[in-house]
């Protein structure tokens, strides 16, 4: 124990961050440059290297933070070192080529704090992010944690803990939203006739495409989701634990099992927790990636060892779920924000947020955005506050034209709702859902009927093909998509879509059918006429369905800009480009395929797409 | 006395359960047999006692026929296996004593086995009718 | 009870009634396909949902599997439960357009042609998942589940491989109900006429039809309990409570009296005689398959049907097969030719076939008897006098194309006839039943030379048998008909009657006795009492005879070296006498 704190004796710590975006971008080897380039200028005894979960702010990694002071260097690579070490490290002056610029190109901002995309993040799930090395417990623990741990289990009664969780106001994070102390309460009560045992399952089987905070907790974080299951298990009396995490999550599956076993010999997991007597641990199950094992039914089928496919409910989890027996089933965020809760209270938890929806939500911000990453805000935040103000707005200077949330089942927001604040309900009623925090940004580029079809097919690609809905009924609104695309759409195929999507979200079985159309029919609701205009006019306005689209070569400019310059011919696929150098070049529509390489190709802007 | 005239006198002891009904069957039946044989009834064939049949051969019997159940069928479960024995024992005895072996029979007829009854019937006539009488002296006709 | 409203017919059921339930109380019709009473609800299909309102919140539910609520108001006809129902129906119809429940939904909703890409018109699964649910939940072998996702969903053993978990009961085929499972893909089974199936099709079952009693059984070898300890689903759905997988057989000593043999008879096994065909042609049938064929409740519901579902032109019946004939049995089994003459009959009535009834004498010897005879002369069978020698399939004109045809010298006119029939009946003779030796050896009876019981006296004593006390009635003492039958019955019972009123039994006074004062006590004679009648009296040095238990059979008697031991009405003088008395000229 000694030995661990010696850290705070370092004059600086370098917090490197080894969230999976910035593993990617080599931040491993970053840290050995680091702690190469340290020894040799002698500073090891002054500065220590550490490794933290994700940062959140992913597009600009390579990151690193520098404490104490907050200095926030981005996009590092190896021969940016040496240098970063010598002048900061050493000469004490930070370096401001590395620090992050806004896009404005104004000044650079050294302090993370004062960067946008931290500024109005406000966080409680992702509170420790940047600040511990998830691979150490101590770390955690010396930032309060698992104080709350000790709070719930020497002075509360498990009653007194549901009624904390209830007052707070928190819901679920996994998208439907529904109150967790409620949940907490049903799995207390339910009757434990069939031998008495009750479990508790954290859901980190994150599926959404574009969507990674489950991930990013459970490897910046892993203690504050133990923590949180510890104290869930003990209000509702369970005596077992599973976590379900995909096994693409490897980085986080490492961190979760190891530590499990730092708490377990810190007793804070197992038998006879904090010596008073409370029984409980947590294994870990790892799913094989099917998108229907996030709904919990399915889930609790796949730890089961069974099919991984939904069943109807009632009787819902908390009645009979694991194995026959009660169960209480949240996900990853949901569990991290319980320790919080526990130790700040429930008063001040539910300060922050709407009138229904309290507390903060994570979003992964990604698509047509300048700050990709990880965002956590409080509820009731507007769309354009996130994506304006800490995503940073638009690249190449385009224009917004939806954000998609709640994953492949949550719904396209157009720029007319950009001022909606945040919470489970006016997403709903915006046609789209909460979902787990994915949040997809589109420009004017993109075509929404595509956009459709692209979640549309991820969906119909991910159903388990049980009821009847979603396995046909996705592939048939699939195919009338598809042929949309194509320019053999007709209106009444437009109405079967609409039929189609609202009866699909009527009847289907489970949360992934129920929301499988939403792509569709918000789309239809708010960009009708570009489906309109597929149909009508067979033209794709964004021009992303090739299918529609024509290809010309405006000879003037070919002959006058390009002089005939004849790249559009060398790379043409199909031969469909006639014309000789220093002649205008011409498009034979007949061969033309479609594939855009001469629009790509030329430089001087004469073939033309309509 | 030429051999044709020669009626051999022929003592039969039947069980009354199955030899004796077969008997009673054959005469129900119709069925025509030699008349030489005199029917003794007893319940068993495990009831004749090996005197009877010496007594039959002194009193002028010139063959004696013990006739039963077959093997397994008896009505007192083994009285047929007891006759067995003793008509072993009897046969060798008897031709000690000077009486063909021949002479003394055992035969297994069931209640159903009318048409055996006669067969076995006749034959045994016709067989001791070719031994020919039987000069026993060891009974009355010394007296 | 809770009280609902379904389109709006005001309702109480019971606290957790599905709407399903509750809508079939109210004789309200809901399509459903994945539905089974005996299954858990699986909610799959989506065909049966449902419009409520509860508290206000109108929502589309499947009422398979939802519980009713306190007030709740449930629509199954309103148009956006239907604008679901046909929606739903049509997708599945796309997907298994051969599918006839489907079908059938789908024209009482008056869908057509569904208006989705249809990738097999020849498909019948609609993954409704009975089978596997049926695999799991009812058979517990789990040797079916679902593979792949989505559209390439489909049911399947492990890997596409026969399962060795299969203990192939068939139940997954039976609980289909689009047919997509067959039997002949799971068991081989003798089919006959098209898909109906001759034989025990379930584990319970009445041993035969008009059996006494009346009584099922469940057929352990067959039943799916006792291969996986699971099923137990005539559990379930018997309201009397009165099936119990427990019960075992077992052995009941029960004291009695008097006894009555009626072990029947068995049929004459027809394989015996090759030339008729009986096995290598499926239209050659024994008489008992052809009462099953013609019986109401029979594989083709009484219609008389050749094995390849058409009706017969032409049929022939054959009598004594088996009966009068030196090769088989001597004897005539009694019955055939008026039961013959019924089938010709019910022919007659049933089809326009030709009749052909081969015969050696008509036997018709009971009341009423000749005059059916008289009754079928008029009605056009014909009847040709003469054993059948041969039949054969192969044809020597035309006419004989594709039929049977039955070589028989007609001994009325002196000459070899070939008929062609599509059906022969072969009017098989009775026989002893099974295990009739056995009985004869437990009972410790006789049997006459056609092998039946035989009784005490063919006149005096029809129904006794040599063992008193043992009664015989029916087919096990001879061929003999229904009515013959029961009279012996009613004389076997009422001799049996007889004894137990008496209250006592009556020795026959041929007991042995031992002599006390020629007695030697050699003990030979108690070593030799099969009935363990004689005991040896210790303290007077004598063996003693308890005439209780003296059946009378004399081996003691005959073995006493003394003399001591004699029986009555057979002493040793008696008989030495008896020998004399031969003897006297």
Same mark, same amino acid.
């Given at each position: ?29 970053? =840290? ?61 002056? +930070? ?7 806004? +896009? ?93 045992? =009750? ?54 599956? =490492? ?54 496919? +939904? ?27 319980? +320790? ?198 067979? =033209? ?71 | ?50 005197? /009877?049949?010496?007594?039959? /051969? ?45 002479? /003394? ?11 055996? /009854? ?26 | ?56 919140? %109108? ?57 989705? #890409? ?17 695999? #799991? ?26 399962? #060795? ?176 003459? %019924? ?38 069978? %014909? ?118 009123? %008496? ?9 042995? #006795? ?72």
């Amino acid at each position: 124990m000694e030995d661990k704190l010696t850290s705070t004796r370092h004059r600086l710590h370098l917090m490197v961050c080894a969230g999976t975006a910035c593993v990617s971008n080599r931040s491993f080897e970053i =840290k050995e440059a680091l702690e190469r380039e340290i020894k040799k200028q002698g500073l090891a005894e002054e500065v220590l290297v550490v490794t933290t979960g994700c940062n959140g702010f992913c597009e600009r990694g390579p990151l690193l933070v520098v404490q104490p002071g907050n200095i926030f260097y981005q996009q590092l690579t190896l021969k940016d070192i040496p240098h970063l070490v010598e002048e900061h490290f050493l000469k004490g002056r +930070p370096v401001e080529k590395l620090m992050y610029k806004p +896009p404005e190109g104004k000044k650079p901002i050294p302090v993370l704090n004062e960067i946008d995309f931290f500024k109005k993040q406000v966080l409680i799930a992702l509170r420790n992010r940047g600040l511990i090395d998830p691979e150490k417990i101590e770390d955690y623990i010396a930032r309060d944690g698992y104080q709350a741990l000790v709070k719930a289990l020497t002075q509360m009664t498990p009653e007194e803990i549901i009624e904390e969780i209830k007052k707070s106001g928190l819901r679920g994070r996994g998208g439907a939203g529904f109150p967790t102390g409620l949940k907490w309460e049903f799995v207390r009560l339910a009757s434990t006739s069939n031998g008495g045992l =009750k479990f508790v399952v954290c859901n980190g089987d994150e599926g959404d495409p574009g969507a990674f905070m489950d991930r990013s907790i459970l490897e910046a974080d892993p203690h504050s989701v133990i923590e949180g299951m510890v104290i869930g298990a003990k209000a509702i009396g369970a005596q077992q634990g599973y976590v379900y995490i995909r096994n693409e999550y490897p980085l986080a599956l =490492k961190r979760l099992t190891l530590a499990l076993q730092e708490a377990r010999e810190y007793g804070l997991l197992g038998e006879n927790i904090l010596g008073t007597g409370f029984n409980f641990d947590i294994k870990v199950a790892r799913g094989a990636g099917a998108f229907v094992c996030g709904e919990e039914t399915a889930l609790l089928a796949s730890i089961e060892g069974r099919l991984g496919e +939904p069943r109807p409910r009632p009787p819902y989890p908390a009645q009979r779920g694991l194995y026959g027996h009660p169960t209480c089933i949240n996900n990853v965020e949901t569990w991290a924000n319980v +320790p919080v809760i526990v130790s700040r209270g429930a008063d001040w938890f539910s300060k922050i947020g709407t009138k229904t929806s309290k507390g903060t939500k994570v979003f992964s911000l990604v698509g047509k955005i300048n700050n990709t990453g990880l965002v956590e805000v409080p509820m009731g935040i507007t769309l354009r506050e996130i994506i304006f103000e800490i995503g940073g707005g638009i690249p190449g200077g385009k224009e917004f034209k939806a954000v998609q949330t709640g994953g492949p089942s949550g719904g396209c927001i157009p720029k007319e709702k950009l001022d909606l604040p945040i919470d489970y309900e006016s997403l709903t009623e915006a046609g789209s859902m909460m979902g787990s925090g994915g949040m997809v940004v589109m420009d004017e580029d993109t075509c929404m009927v595509d956009v459709a079809k692209y979640f549309l097919s991820f969906t119909q690609d991910e159903s388990c093909g049980k009821c009847t809905p979603c396995r046909e009924g996705t592939k048939a609104m699939l195919d009338i998509l598809d042929r949309i695309t194509k320019g053999e759409g007709t209106e009444e195929d437009l109405q079967l879509l609409e039929d189609l999507a609202v009866s699909i979200k009527e009847t289907a079985l489970c949360g992934l059918g129920k929301t499988a159309p939403n792509p569709v029919l918000t789309t239809l609701r708010y960009f009708r006429d570009e489906y309109l205009t597929h149909i009508r006019d067979k =033209k794709c306005p964004a021009h992303v369905c090739r299918d529609l689209n024509v290809y010309t070569i405006d000879e003037k400019t070919c002959l006058e800009v390009g002089h005939g310059c004849d790249v559009c011919r060398r790379n043409c696929v199909s031969e469909a480009i006639i014309g000789e150098k220093n002649q205008p070049h011409r498009i034979v529509q007949e061969k033309c395929i479609k594939c855009g390489v001469c629009y790509d190709v030329c430089k001087f802007g004469a073939v033309k797409v309509e | 006395m030429s051999q044709q005239a020669f009626e051999p006198k022929l003592v039969g002891f039947l069980c009354n359960w199955c030899s004796y009904t077969g008997a009673d069957l054959a005469g129900t039946a119709r069925m025509t047999y030699a008349p030489n044989l005199r029917i003794i009834r007893v319940m068993c064939s495990g009831r004749v006692d090996p005197q /009877f049949v010496l007594k039959a /051969f002194q009193e002028g019997a010139d063959g004696v026929l013990i006739s039963g159940c077959h093997p397994g069928d008896c009505h007192y479960q083994e009285g047929n296996y007891k006759a067995l024995r003793r008509h072993r024992l009897l046969s060798k005895m008897l031709e000690q004593f000077g009486i063909e072996k021949e002479r /003394f029979r055992l035969e297994w007829v069931s209640a159903a086995e009318g048409a055996k /009854f006669q067969k076995v019937c006749n034959e045994f006539t016709e067989q001791i009718r070719h031994l020919g009488p039987l000069s026993w002296n060891g009974g009355k006709k010394n007296e | 009870m809770i009280q609902i409203t379904i389109d709006g017919k005001k309702l109480e059921v019971e606290e957790g009634t599905t709407i399903l339930q509750a809508a079939e109380k109210a004789e309200i019709h809901i399509p459903t396909l994945c539905y089974h009473p005996l299954l858990e609800p699986y909610a799959s299909c989506r065909v049966c949902v449902v419009e409520v309102n509860r508290q206000g919140k %109108k929502e589309l539910v499947t009422s398979c599997n939802t519980q009713v609520q306190p007030g709740m108001v449930i629509e199954t006809q309103s148009e956006r439960a239907l604008r679901a129902r046909k929606l739903n129906v049509e997708m599945l119809l796309a997907r298994a357009p051969a599918a006839k429940p489907v079908q059938k939904i789908a024209l009482e909703l008056g869908i057509e042609k569904p208006r989705f #890409e249809i990738k097999d018109p020849d498909r019948k699964c609609i993954l409704c998942g009975l089978c596997v649910r049926t695999c #799991e939940q009812v058979v517990g072998a789990n040797a079916i589940s679902f593979i792949n996702r989505g559209q390439e969903r489909e049911v399947s053993p492990p890997f596409g491989e026969p399962s #060795e978990a299969c203990i192939g009961c068939t139940a997954c085929a039976y609980f289909c109900p689009t047919e997509a499972i067959t039997f002949e893909d799971i068991h081989d089974r003798k089919v006959i006429h098209d898909e109906l199936y001759l034989g025990p099709s379930t584990a319970i079952r009445v041993p035969v039809r008009q059996a006494v009693p009346m009584v099922p059984f469940i057929d352990e070898d067959n039943c799916i309990h006792f291969k996986t300890g699971n099923c137990q689903l005539c559990v379930k759905v018997c309201e009397k409570e009165a099936i119990n997988h427990e019960m075992k057989e077992e052995e009941i000593e029960i004291e009695v009296g008097s006894i009555i043999l009626a072990s029947g008879f068995k049929s004459f096994d027809a394989y015996r005689i090759p030339a008729y065909g009986y096995g290598r042609f499926p239209n050659v049938i024994t008489a008992l398959e052809f009462e099953r064929l013609v019986n109401a409740s029979g594989p083709t519901g009484g219609k008389i049907l050749l094995a390849n579902g058409e009706e017969p032109k032409a049929v022939g019946i054959i009598h004594c097969v088996g009966s009068r004939d030196e090769n088989y049995n001597e004897y005539c089994s009694r019955v055939c030719c008026m039961y013959s003459l %019924k089938f010709a009959h019910l022919i007659k009535e049933k089809t326009e076939a030709d009749i052909y009834d081969f015969y050696i004498d008509m036997r018709c010897f009971g009341k009423g008897y000749e005059e059916f005879y008289h009754r079928l002369l008029h009605e056009g069978t %014909k009847f040709i006098r003469g054993r059948v020698s041969e039949i054969t399939d192969i044809p020597l004109t035309e006419e004989e194309d594709g039929k049977l045809i039955i070589r028989v010298e007609d001994t009325l006119i002196g000459t070899v006839r070939r008929i062609p029939v599509d059906m022969v009946i072969l009017a098989t003779g009775l026989e002893p039943g099974l295990s009739h030796s056995e009985l004869a050896h437990t009972f410790n009876i006789s049997c006459s030379q056609d092998t039946f019981f035989l009784e005490r006296h063919p006149k005096l004593a029809p129904v006794s048998t040599f063992s008193d006390g043992i009664f015989l009635a029916g087919t096990c003492q001879a061929p003999k008909d229904i009515p013959d039958t029961v009279a012996q019955a009613g004389a076997a019972a009422s001799e049996a009657l007889a004894l137990a009123d %008496k209250g006592s039994f009556e020795l026959e006074p041929i007991t042995a #006795e031992i002599d006390e004062k020629l007695c030697a006590g050699c003990q030979i004679c108690v070593s030799l009492c099969p009935f363990s009648a004689i005991t040896y009296n210790k303290e007077k040095h004598i063996s003693e005879v308890n005439e209780a238990l003296c059946k009378g059979c004399g081996t003691c008697v005959a073995a006493c070296p003394s003399g001591a031991a004699q029986q009555k009405h057979f002493r040793d003088i008696q008989i030495m006498a008896e020998i004399e008395g031969i003897f006297i000229d």
